[in-house]
């Protein structure tokens, strides 16, 4: 089974940047989003952290040493990396005969635009020095953690055009896909969503920007209400497709729509793909990215009514946007039993 991302959790994993990754043009910027986060999460349950090696872990721990971070709930270990997507290079975990196993798919930089060597010797080289508790299963798939959703109860929410992109598995059709995730995650059903795409997404439409389940009956999603902007027609196309989709009693899931962002730029004019989406349940507290837009206190209220046994943080992710991507992005949970005691 792929547990729902609200499963009981052991931690969350990390990729801290470096200067050799994308984020070296505003790594100031971005090491203060990850210090926060890795602070917040470890009020909550474990850390760990990737750094690329001895003198990058030292950097790291005078960092968190600055912050309110319970060292004690984060264990860094070294392991390079091209980039700092731990949610698409990191491991998934299912629960197999009531224990949990993590699988390693392959990494191929979303489809071959980015270096991606590094990246997907990562989970390797974290098993291999006594990160997990229990086993890593390598695989020939190409996936990455962004690219799908679930429900926990057997259902699968993903984009046709991430996971069918030719420059992913260009020899495995549709049909063969869906019986491999259906045998690996132990699913009974997949949604697959034809529509939706944010500008300035480089993954082919990771579905953690576009629609995420809020429990087994709930699915919220992007909605763009200004018709001037080009995302309007692509959101109301995800919503109509969005109510199609019957849960396996035959009953339509419960819709909820969060706000679109004020269009944000980059120094080049280009669109930054922000999304409230693409937010991070953890044990205890959902932490919400926000951009500094007038949007922001509505998709707090939103996130807040969503999950009222929880702690709603939001997190300033401007700087994160810069590169494409958000906090989901940057993170990857681990259900309880996983993560190995260490400290700092």
């Not at 949604?191 to 944010?198: E, F, P, R, S």
Request: proline share 5%; charged share 20%; aromatic share 8%.
């Amino acid at each position: 089974m792929l547990p729902a991302e609200w499963y009981p959790q052991s931690g969350v994993m990390l990729t801290w940047p470096h200067k050799q990754t994308d984020f070296a043009s505003e790594l100031t910027r971005v090491e203060t989003v990850f210090c926060t986060l890795a602070s917040i999460i470890s009020q909550y349950e474990k850390v760990i952290i990737g750094s690329s090696d001895e003198q990058h872990a030292l950097h790291i721990q005078h960092l968190l040493t600055q912050t309110d971070c319970s060292l004690h709930n984060v264990n860094i270990y070294h392991v390079d990396s091209n980039d700092s997507w731990a949610r698409d290079h990191g491991p998934i975990t299912i629960i197999e005969n009531g224990e949990p196993l993590l699988l390693d798919f392959k990494f191929n930089g979303w489809g071959n635009k980015y270096p991606y060597n590094l990246d997907d010797a990562i989970n390797s080289a974290l098993a291999s020095q006594g990160a997990f508790n229990v086993a890593l299963k390598s695989l020939n798939l190409v996936l990455e953690g962004g690219s799908i959703d679930s429900d926990g109860e057997g259902t699968l929410l993903t984009t046709t055009q991430c996971l069918l992109a030719e420059t992913r598995n260009p020899s495995i059709s549709k049909t063969n896909i869906e019986h491999q995730l259906k045998q690996l995650f132990g699913i009974h059903r997949i949604h697959w969503l034809d529509y939706g795409k944010l500008l300035g997404d480089d993954t082919d439409s990771h579905i953690d920007m576009l629609a995420r389940f809020i429990n087994p009956d709930t699915i919220c999603h992007m909605l763009c209400e200004n018709q001037d902007d080009p995302h309007a027609l692509w959101m109301r196309q995800l919503q109509q497709n969005l109510q199609t989709l019957r849960k396996a009693d035959g009953k339509p899931y419960q819709l909820i729509a969060l706000p679109f962002p004020d269009p944000i730029y980059n120094e080049q004019g280009e669109r930054l793909p922000a999304s409230y989406c693409n937010f991070l349940i953890i044990n205890g507290a959902v932490l919400l990215p926000v951009y500094g837009c007038p949007q922001d206190k509505q998709a707090i209220d939103i996130i807040s009514n969503c999950f009222t046994d929880r702690d709603i943080i939001p997190i300033d992710c401007r700087a994160l946007i810069e590169q494409h991507g958000s906090l989901h992005c940057i993170t990857m949970q681990f259900p309880k039993g996983v993560l190995a005691d260490k400290h700092c």
